[in-house]
Nanobody, 129 residues
Framework: QLRLVESGGGLVQPGGSLRLSCAAS????????SGWFRQAPGKERELVSC????????KYADSVKGRFTISRDRANNTVYLQLDKLKPDDTAVYYC??????????????????????WGQGTLVTVSE
């Protein structure tokens, strides 16, 4: 069983930065595409970024391009999301998710929320003065 645990959320001023971590256990993330989603108050959960199992493909929502960066540390079995130039509209609960992919699909980076089988509990990011 794959378990995902997010950390790194908190209160930050506009223009500030945070780094979110998604620590995986039970399985190696080498077999999974990974994604970060967020859900703001009163809004639906949306994809922020994803990274393929082989790190060849990365995607970002238009609203975060140029400000957020997704990465993977295989030695620590952890996926990160670096959040820079934060805005109040970035305030949300951020979730880590993973989708197991067959060997032939190691470069896949799925966008639909329903394709991810494994989810963390979320970490709250609040951007405010």
């Amino acid at each position: 069983q794959l378990r995902l645990v997010e950390s790194g959320g908190g209160l930050v001023q506009p223009g500030g930065s945070l780094r979110l971590s998604c620590a995986a256990s039970g399985r190696t993330l080498d077999d999974f595409a990974s994604g970060w989603f967020r859900q703001a108050p009163g809004k639906e959960r949306e994809l922020v970024s994803c990274i393929s199992a082989d790190d060849d493909r990365l995607k970002y929502a238009d609203s975060v391009k140029g400000r957020f960066t997704i990465s993977r540390d295989r030695a620590n079995n952890t996926v990160y999301l670096q959040l820079d130039k934060l805005k109040p509209d970035d305030t949300a609960v951020y979730y880590c998710a993973a989708r197991e992919v067959p060997l032939r699909d190691r470069s896949a980076c799925p966008v639909p929320l329903w394709q991810y089988e494994h989810w963390g509990q979320g970490t709250l990011v609040t951007v405010s003065e």
